[in-house]
């Protein structure tokens, strides 16, 4: 079983984003320890890109900070060595494929094998076009995530047949962001991926209270947040680090 299954086989997993280097790598570092501290089952963290599409303005803002800042993908690799000696809970790599292409996708990839990383998230690769990157993440045994939209439909049950690590379920319509409500019939949506795959899904996009995350949880595997982390960030900057972990144990509590 994968690191990033064995989250999921412990309960219901809170999955905190971050961006890292926002404000700064060193803070990124203590938000880690800190939301592990508290709970995280399994963290997110977002590589800064210049043009990134799925991102709501809250974490396309976080991703300028970081870039005027200078962070660059050896940096936050450097980082990740740093952390794993002594955070052992999965780490994803959420980022965009230009930026995994523009490094060189094999020597993305095999580094993230070498430094921890156990998955990533490309939220600009389809289905149909994961091919060459799924081939190179199976090689260094890194879990490409896969997507499933509300408008997915009738290929939910070949995305989910061909899914590693969890499946990262769309709340909603849109970019990330968060919303008062999440409307969409995720129900059925779940239902179709569990005839279909034991992997685990977790709900993302738009949640950003506990009472939303209980809601998610009962009929999901986890519940992944970011852009509600990442407001308190950007408001308290280093600042931050005990009140995400104070929103962190919270959100985790909600869902146990």
């Not at 292409?101 to 094998?113: L, T, V």
């Amino acid at each position: 079983m994968s690191n990033i299954k064995q989250a999921f086989a412990r309960g219901k997993a809170f999955i905190p984003f971050i961006t890292c280097g926002d404000p700064d790598l060193e803070t990124t570092a203590a938000l880690v320890r800190e939301m592990v501290r508290n709970g995280a089952d399994l963290i997110e963290l977002g590589i800064p890109f210049s043009d990134p599409t799925a991102e709501g303005p809250v974490i396309e803002a976080a991703s300028q900070r970081a870039l005027a800042g200078g962070v660059t993908t050896d940096k936050i690799f450097e980082m990740v060595r740093e952390l794993r000696r002594d955070v052992s809970v999965p780490l994803v790599f959420m980022t965009y494929a230009n930026a995994v292409f523009s490094y060189g996708s094999e020597r993305f990839i095999s580094i993230c094998r070498e430094i921890g990383i156990d998955g990533l998230i490309l939220p600009d690769v389809p289905f149909e076009e994961k091919e060459e990157f799924l081939d190179l993440c199976r090689k260094y045994g890194v879990d490409l995530i896969s997507f499933v939209a509300p408008t997915s439909a009738d290929r939910i049950s070949r995305i989910a047949k061909d899914s590693d690590g969890f499946l990262y379920v769309i709340s909603s319509l849109g970019v990330t962001g968060t919303r008062d409500a999440i409307t969409t019939d995720l129900a059925s949506i779940i239902r179709v991926v569990r005839e279909n795959t034991d992997t685990p899904c977790a709900v993302g996009f738009g949640i950003s209270t506990p009472a939303q995350a209980a809601q998610i949880a009962r009929i999901a595997d986890g519940v992944i947040v970011g852009s509600a982390i990442v407001k308190l960030i950007k408001e308290f900057g280093r600042d931050s680090v005990g009140l995400v972990g104070a929103f962190v144990k919270s959100m985790k509590e909600a869902i146990s």
